[in-house]
Structure formats: C-alpha cells, structure tokens
C-alpha cells in the first residue's frame, strides 16, 4: 500500500508532461493541417478584400466589361401565396436559380419585379401576371467580378430585414464564412501556444502582440472614447 | 523565415481577430440596436460656414464642413451628406467605430442639431471590416484615421499572405507532416472549387 502510493506519486508528474506533449504535438497539428486546408479560402478573402478596398485598380474592374441582354419570356401566374413561394415558381418555369432579392414593394398584385443573383450572374424579372409575361434582365459579370462578389455574397444586409438568405447555396456559403473565420480564430489561439512554448522568443513576441493589439484597439475602442 | 513568421504572425493576429470575429456578425445580421446618447441632442449656434456652401458638392463639401464640425466638437469620418433643398438644411452622417453622429446643419441660421447613438463594440468591428470599401469612393477616407485604417487593412492582407506562404514553406519541411498535409491542401481546393462552380454555374 506504502510502495503503491509512493509509486502514484511518481507517475503524476510523468503523465502530465506526457498530457502536456499530446497537447503541444496536436496543438501543432491543428495549426498547419488547419491552415493547409483553409489556405485557398483565407488567400480568396484575403484578395478579394483587398480588391474592394482598391476599386480603383483598373485591372480588376468589371462591371464597365458586364454583359446585358434582356428577354420577354412566356410565363403562368404562379398559384396565390407568399411572395417567395411565387417568385420561386417563376424562378422555376424560368430556369433561373439563385438568391432572390427584392427590391420594390409590390403596390399591384399582377405585377411582380425582384431580382435573383448568383456570383456573376444578376437577373432582374419583371412579371406581369395579368398577361402572363415576363421580362428578364441580365447582367452577366467576367471573373473578377465573380471573385469580388464572393466575398460579399451572404443574401443578407445590414439595415435590410425584408432580404434574408433563401437559396440553400447561400446558406452554405455563408456556413463556409462562418468556418474560415472560426478556423482563423483557431489559428490564432494555437499560435499563441505554439510561441509561448518558445520561452527565448517571448519577450519580443510580447512586444510585438502588445503592439498589434494596441493599434488594433485604438481603432475598436480608443477612437470613440478620445473623441 | 521562421522568426520572420512568428513575428509578423503575432503582430497582425489582433486584425485577423477583428476580421474573423466581424463575419459572424456580418453573415448573420446579427448587430445589437443603436442606443442614443442618454444626454439627448445638443445645439450649436454660430457655425463657421462658408457663403458658397450651397454650391458645393461631394468631397469639396465635406472638406469645407470640417471646420464647422470641428466647431461641433464632432470628429469622426463623414458620409453621404443628404441636403434637404427645401428646408436649406443638411444632414451630415458622422461615424467613428462604435458610434454615428447626426448632424443636422441650419445653413440660413448657421446652428446645428447633433445627436449621437452609440452602437458598440459588434457595430465597430464590423464597420472596421467594411472600411473604406469600394463605395463612395470620391467621398471615403475624409478622417485621417480611415487612411490610417485603410493602410493597416492592407498591411493585414500582405502580412497575411507573407504568413500563409512562410506557413507552407516551413510545413514543407517537416517530412512527416507531408502526406497528410498535400491531402488536405488538396481537401480545401477540391471544396473551395467545388463550391464556387456550384454557386456560379
């Protein structure tokens, strides 16, 4: 009973540096697996933000080069009902898909106008239900517009409750937002246990965390409270 | 190349923050409501306006209003200015992060209007996200510390970049890492491409 509790007490510490070098090896593992798979998708945001900043760059422009066309297309009134459940049946017998947007109030039950976008590709419908016709617009963007678009494509808006996501690629894009931010997030904490694992680097690195930290601060806080 | 990484990685780690954390709130929608300023409205009188005021339009405009506002004691960047032509009256959107003032100027009595609403650290970030942003491009970086952001933003970009290629270079030389690591580069090329083929096509 003695020798087994002398034994315990020598294995504590032993299993917690062995617990410690788990945490380390997968905390590293975390760190690049995570960043090797995110790596396109942090370099697609990471440009494209710097595009919209820019939109004086005139190599990216694109909405000068767009493509229009406009079209009447025959249509049936979609059944009565809601204004999505009757914009996506027009969607439908249009072959158009896309997040809907809406950007009149409907004053008239036979005419009904939104507009269905995708990266690239803008389609403005306008619907006269009494005639059964419908008028399409579309705009078809080159590649740098569908990057930039890409980066914004979240089918909602601040300030805009009547728009909210309604096409199910959306919603996947917007989770896809959602998740290289919570993986950058991620790789940010593990890289501060990775340099603190590194005791002859701490000093400058505190340094210079403190400095991005305080730049950063003046701009989320400092700001409002001198001035 | 390795202290290179760690250095400049820490350095911006506090922007990557203010980015990634921004999204949710953006993706979502998802902002607390302006609360205004418990101390309520206050008025200015006397504004230092010019006589030509009338005439002038977008940049110019907000250039000769700095004056005034700093008169107003209200500082920050300025917006879309809406002139009520009517009433001879302008109403001067002013944002620092975190906060939105209204100015709403008297041009014939030369007196101001201001209200401010606080809109909280969720609101700040994402207005630092968006800013400058493509729009009003004649208008933007009208306070010097949106130019000062605007640089900030850029650097955040290269140094991310400068990070993501030293990151690979460094993984690249750990051998026991390679396998794995080339199956999930490829892993978030084959989703990144995927989705975007489906979203376009």
Not at chain 1, 48 to 62: C, I, P, V, Y
């Amino acid at each position: 009973m003695h020798l087994s509790t002398k034994q315990d007490a020598a294995d504590k510490p032993v299993s917690r540096r062995q617990w410690v070098q788990v945490l380390k090896r997968w905390n590293c593992r975390l760190h690049y697996y995570l960043g090797l798979y995110l790596l396109l998708f942090v370099w697609l945001f990471a440009f494209t933000g710097l595009l919209l900043n820019h939109s004086q760059w005139r190599f990216a422009e694109f909405w000068d080069s767009r493509r229009q066309t406009s079209d009447e297309r025959d249509i049936l009134a979609p059944p009565p009902g809601g204004d999505l459940a009757q914009a996506r049946d027009l969607m439908r017998q249009l072959g158009i898909r896309g997040e809907i947007e809406w950007t009149t109030t409907r004053n008239d039950a036979a005419l009904f106008q939104f507009r269905a976008s995708r990266p690239g590709h803008i389609v403005e419908i306008k619907a006269d239900l009494a005639r059964n016709k419908a008028t399409l617009k579309r705009i078809d963007l080159n590649a740098w517009g569908v990057v930039r678009i890409l980066h914004t494509f979240t089918g909602v808006r601040m300030d805009d409750a009547r728009n909210r996501r309604d096409w199910v690629l959306t919603s996947v894009w917007a989770w896809t937002m959602d998740a290289v931010a919570a993986g950058l997030i991620l790789m940010v904490l593990s890289s501060y246990y990775m340099w603190y694992e590194l005791p002859q680097k701490r000093r400058l690195g505190v340094i210079v965390l403190a400095l991005g930290f305080l730049s950063s601060g003046l701009f989320c806080v400092g700001l409002r409270c001198f001035y | 190349m390795r202290d290179l990484h760690l250095y400049f990685g820490l350095f911006i780690s506090p922007f990557v923050l203010v980015f990634a954390v921004s999204v949710f709130f953006l993706v979502h929608n998802w902002l607390p409501k302006a609360v205004p300023n418990p101390a309520g409205a206050r008025s200015v009188s006397d504004l230092p306006l010019p006589a030509n005021l009338d005439q002038l339009s977008g940049r110019e405009r907000i250039d000769t209003l700095k004056p005034a506002l700093d008169w107003a004691q209200v500082h920050g960047e300025v917006g879309w200015i809406q002139h009520l032509a009517k009433e001879n009256r302008l109403v001067v959107p002013v944002t620092v992060p975190g906060r939105i003032t209204t100015v709403t100027i008297d041009v014939a009595k030369r007196e101001a209007r201001i209200e401010e609403q606080s809109t909280g650290l969720a609101s700040a970030l994402v207005a630092l996200h968006k800013s400058p942003g493509p729009h009003l491009v004649g208008l933007r970086m009208n306070w010097i510390y949106v130019r000062v952001w605007y640089w900030l933003a850029d650097a955040t970009v290269y140094l991310l970049l400068f990070s993501t290629l030293s990151g690979v270079y460094l993984w690249y030389l750990l051998r026991s890492a390679r396998r794995i690591g080339i199956v999930l580069l490829a892993a978030g090329a084959v989703s990144l491409f995927s989705l975007v083929h489906a979203l376009v096509h």
